[in-house]
């Protein structure tokens, strides 16, 4: 008998020994009580508990945590009733105000969502809460932090997951939303004919403005055209007068250089008249030394004929 007593002695033993020995993952943490007061909070890594005096009270883990909570009837300060659900990101930073803080503490921080959330959107008109998204997870973040830290939890974040207006609400909302969009198309539709016209217009101008300087150009080069002709031309007769007076010039000087006597100057004053008769006058007038020498001239044509004879 006494064989069969030591080995379950032993194993016994054994079996309170392992028992006794408690290893902390990562991330969490357990809470232990020696004799049904808080001993101590254990982190990661192995500890080891005195045998029958010592128990785990509860094990705590340290991640975020997150609860969807769901939708709460919430009324508007206009009196409109809606639900909204919220999600709640939270973080456990003491395990023994979370072990002693609240019986239960999820069910706590629900509660306290939902009331939190009443007075919140109990201070805000329906379309201020439609539009009001940030501040309210602003605003509920900070309350239940303040409200949580007694139990060791802290709240990182808070949203609003769903809002969801009467049905009555939302086929208004509908056609609103509806109306808007109708009322920008029109404006748009408005905004891209005016433009249009505007453009048009701009054209038609810049037509007129390119048509008005063509003709001004065009204008301008005639004037230069037609001044660069009386140039020309002008030129042309100032250079023939130019000849004309050289070769009088010239013909001077041939009739100063041959030493003509007062008969030959005579006649050449008799042919220049009759080059400005050139058949076209009717009368000309003879000054009385020309007439003379005409006289002359003729005598002697007579004389010449009696001697042929």
């Keep these: 008998m006494e064989i069969f007593i030591i080995p379950i002695i032993v194993a016994l033993a054994l079996v309170i020994v392992v028992s006794c020995i408690k290893i902390v993952p990562q991330a969490q943490a357990v809470v232990v ?54 999600v709640v990101y939270f973080q456990i930073t003491d395990p023994k ?18 009331t939190t959330l009443r007075n919140i959107i109990g201070d805000l008109e329906l379309d201020e809460t439609l539009t009001s998204r940030e501040t309210i997870n602003t605003k509920m973040r900070a309350s239940l932090d303040v409200a949580t830290d007694p139990w060791g939890i802290k709240v990182n974040r808070v949203e609003l997951k769903n809002i969801i207006p009467p049905q009555a609400i939302q086929d208004a909302m509908e056609k609103q939303m509806k109306a808007e969009r109708e009322r920008r198309e029109a404006i748009l539709k408005a905004e891209g004919e005016k433009k249009s016209t505007i453009l048009v217009a ?48 010239d013909g001077l000087r041939f009739l100063k250089e041959a030493s003509p006597d007062a008969a030959v100057l005579q006649l050449k004053s008799l042919e220049a008249f009759t080059k400005a008769a050139d058949g076209k006058a009717t009368k000309i007038i003879i000054p009385s030394e020309i007439q003379g020498i005409a006289g002359l001239a003729k005598s002697l044509v007579e004389v010449g004929t009696e001697s042929g004879k």
Excluded: C
């Excluded at 785990?56 to 991640?63: D, I, P, W």
């Excluded at 403005?209 to 009386?230: F, G, S, V």
């Excluded at 250079?239 to 009088?248: D, H, P, R, V």
């Design 202 to 249: 701009e054209g038609k101008k810049e037509s007129v403005i390119l048509d008005a300087e063509a003709e001004k150009q065009a204008a301008i080069l005639r004037a230069e055209a037609l001044k660069e002709a009386t140039i020309r031309e002008a030129e042309g007769k100032a250079e023939a007068i130019l000849k004309i007076q050289q070769a009088n010039a």
């Design 33 to 86: 009580e020696r004799l049904g007061g808080y001993l101590a909070t254990w982190g990661v890594g192995i500890h080891f508990k005195a045998p029958f005096i010592d128990r785990v009270a509860k094990k705590v883990l340290l991640k975020e945590q997150v609860v969807d909570f769901p939708p709460q009837p919430v009324i508007t300060k206009d009196n409109v009733t809606m639900q909204i659900d919220t």
């Design 97 to 114: 105000l979370f072990a002693y803080g609240v019986e239960n503490p999820i069910m706590a921080i629900e509660n306290l969502t939902a």
